[in-house]
């Protein structure tokens, strides 16, 4: 099936088309590494990984690059208060990156450009754009000209002379314009600078993406994302420059995700929810998180709780444990039933629910309520008298290849046997209750092979370790 997009530049679901058959390029914006990572910054990693994640199930070839900013204002007055040098600080926080987006299921991108190692290119850049007339120097410092570019302001739907009126200039700033923005910045005494025609300084914020995305993927790129806080400067910013140098359009598509609230209120330190990833994960299983933040649509805003997160953990220990009543059933089923073609018709259905979620601008809380539809559907197969090898080979199937589509795993941790022991429990009640005794029988005997004891007692039925 095709694959549609919301396009946050049109405002519209669109058909994907990349620019060549079966090859994606993307490029997703990484973060400022001057701390680690917050559950903000976790959601565009876990989302846009599942969208890589997915193309590629789709059969596409993604060349996928996130970058890393290693030299702004924030690591500066990180490097400041803590006594040590930007490049020390960054290399931390960039290996803490690592290890934090790793746990929760995200591979790494083909290219983690940073800009520190990206300078020539930068200033190549940002010359050709002065020679061009969208960019001029002043004091040290240099600005690209918004008014120069007529398409300014068409990705967050803003005209330029509204965006001008809520526009000022700042003390120290030097521009012509209050709209227009820092390609390069002079250097103040003993901050970390690179030389350069205008003298020593280091780049803007904005400049870095559009010159790493030109480098590793051209000057036309498939798709670019992050999150929707990005929109307007950075994202607006980055189609100015990009545009400007080169005359052809920067991103064909555009996705940004959505906030997350903490309790219904906007994450904040001075509010004091600043959840960090590196302390969540020491608390809740990464793929918890992953599953959490999968459950909801990426383009909208999601509520982080401890109650939601409850839940969800239920849901997704419901999916796991079905999983495992599977795998433990495979040993004492047959090679073969009366209505395999069946059932098996019926558990690849839902594959293609999930496929058609996941087309749907990769609606990934739609696909993983096809996942627990799947669930219920292996504990109603459960409750066959004789159970086939074949359709569990199936059920277990399209549970390892789309739970790998979410980047999620089906293993679960030792804590959770007692739900695994209850919910067959259950399907004992519920076997005995349709006077399928074989069924209770092998239940019980299955268990017991696994040391868990059950005692039929008048107020139900009790369970201990044997």
């Known amino acids: 099936m095709t694959i549609y997009l919301y396009n946050t530049l049109t405002r519209k679901k669109e ?3 990349p620019l060549e058959a079966n090859k994606v390029k993307m490029y997703v914006c990484g973060p400022t590494v001057y701390n680690y990572i917050h559950i903000g910054n976790a959601r565009p990693a876990i989302v846009f990984d599942t969208v890589r994640r997915y193309l590629e199930y789709k059969g596409y070839e993604v060349q996928y690059v996130s970058n890393f900013t290693d030299v702004d204002d924030k690591l500066i007055r990180a490097a400041k208060e803590l006594g040590e040098d930007v490049p020390t600080i ?4 960039i290996a803490a990156y690592f ?14 450009p940073r800009v520190t190692e990206s300078m020539d290119l930068i200033i190549s850049f940002i010359e050709e754009l002065i020679k061009k007339g969208y960019a001029y120097e002043s004091a040290g410092d240099v600005y690209y000209r918004t008014k120069e570019f007529a398409g300014y302001g068409k990705l967050s739907h803003q005209s330029i002379t509204d965006l001008r009126h809520g526009a000022r200039i700042e003390v120290g700033e030097k521009k012509q314009d209050p709209l227009d923005f820092a390609l390069w910045k002079a250097a103040k005494e003993g901050e970390i ?15 870095e993406c559009s010159a790493m995305a030109r480098k590793y993927l051209g000057d036309t790129i498939d798709i670019h994302a992050g999150g929707q806080d990005l929109a307007f400067p950075h994202h607006e910013n980055e189609i100015a420059q990009s545009e400007a140098l080169t005359g052809k359009p920067f991103s064909r598509y555009w996705l940004h995700n959505g906030y997350i609230n903490i309790n219904n209120e906007k994450m904040s330190k001075s509010l004091g929810n600043f959840i960090l990833v590196h302390d969540i994960i020491k608390q ?3 793929q ?6 999968l459950s909801v649509h990426y383009r909208n805003p999601i509520n982080f709780n401890e109650e939601l997160l409850q839940s969800t953990q239920n849901g997704l220990e419901r999916i796991q444990t079905a999983y495992a009543n599977l795998k433990h059933r495979m040993d004492s089923s047959t090679n073969l039933t009366e209505n395999d073609e ?9 594959r ?5 979620a996941m087309d749907d601008d990769f609606n990934t809380a739609n696909a993983v309520t096809e996942l627990y539809n799947l669930a219920n559907y292996a504990n109603q197969y459960l409750l066959e008298q004789h159970t086939s090898k074949a359709v569990i080979e199936t059920f277990l199937t399209e549970y390892k290849e789309l739970f790998e589509v979410l980047g999620l795993s089906l293993n679960q941790q030792q804590e959770l046997l007692d739900e695994e022991i209850e919910t067959l429990i259950e399907q004992r009640n519920n076997a005995r209750k349709e006077r399928n005794f074989a069924l209770a029988d092998q239940i019980r005997d299955d268990l017991k092979a696994r040391n868990i004891i059950l005692e039929d007692t008048p107020q139900g039925v009790r369970w201990k370790r044997g």
């Open 284 to 286: 809740y299983n990464p």
């Open 352 to 356: 293609e629910a999930f496929e058609q």
């Open 342 to 350: 069946s059932w098996i018709s019926e558990v690849k259905a839902f």
């Open 193 to 207: 600078s690179w030389d350069s025609p205008w003298g020593k300084g280091r780049p803007g914020w904005h400049i």
């Open 90 to 93: 960054a290399d931390r926080f």
């Open 288 to 293: 918890l998180i992953r599953f959490f933040m």
């Open 99 to 112: 290890e934090d987006v790793t746990a929760l299921g995200c591979r790494h991108a083909d290219v983690h």
């Open 15 to 17: 058909e994907f088309v």
